[in-house]
């Protein structure tokens, strides 16, 4: 991997993209918790799946945004980081929201939609360009 691979103009768009996705991720699992919070009293709506699940969840959506950052400064490790987490991320929370009554439905509507970031950023991390820029060499 060259500095020029990683200040190209298509490789600065991919991270510029990643960083997006994954601050809206981060931004939106966060705000899940705050809701959490907020619904408390509401044992229905706020179950004790909802906290750990909420917490994990918004845990790794900001060691996901580290990734990212590091990946834009060309550490490989980060770059693997974020492929894998990601992708295992996105495994989980389809598994998860659709599992019936495990979750309540604003989580899920919630989750559907990190599903939905999380999708763009597995397919870009996982592109052809990002990962030649990242091939052993």
Do not use: D, K
Request: aromatic share 6%.
């Amino acid at each position: 991997m060259t500095t020029q691979a990683i200040t190209h103009p298509r490789s600065q768009a991919a991270f510029r993209s990643l960083r997006t996705l994954v601050t809206a991720y981060a931004g939106l699992s966060v705000a899940t918790l705050g809701v959490a919070y907020l619904l408390r009293g509401h044992t229905a709506l706020v179950t004790s799946t909802v906290w750990i699940r909420g917490g994990i969840v918004a845990l790794a959506s900001l060691l996901m945004l580290s990734f990212v950052v590091r990946s834009a400064r060309g550490h490989r490790g980060a770059f693997r980081r974020l492929r894998i987490t990601s992708a295992l991320m996105l495994v989980a929370i389809a598994v998860i929201a659709s599992l019936p009554g495990f979750l309540p439905v604003w989580m899920r509507v919630e989750q559907a939609l990190c599903g939905v970031l999380l999708l763009g950023v597995v397919a870009i991390a996982n592109g052809r360009h990002l990962r030649g820029v990242f091939a052993a060499g």
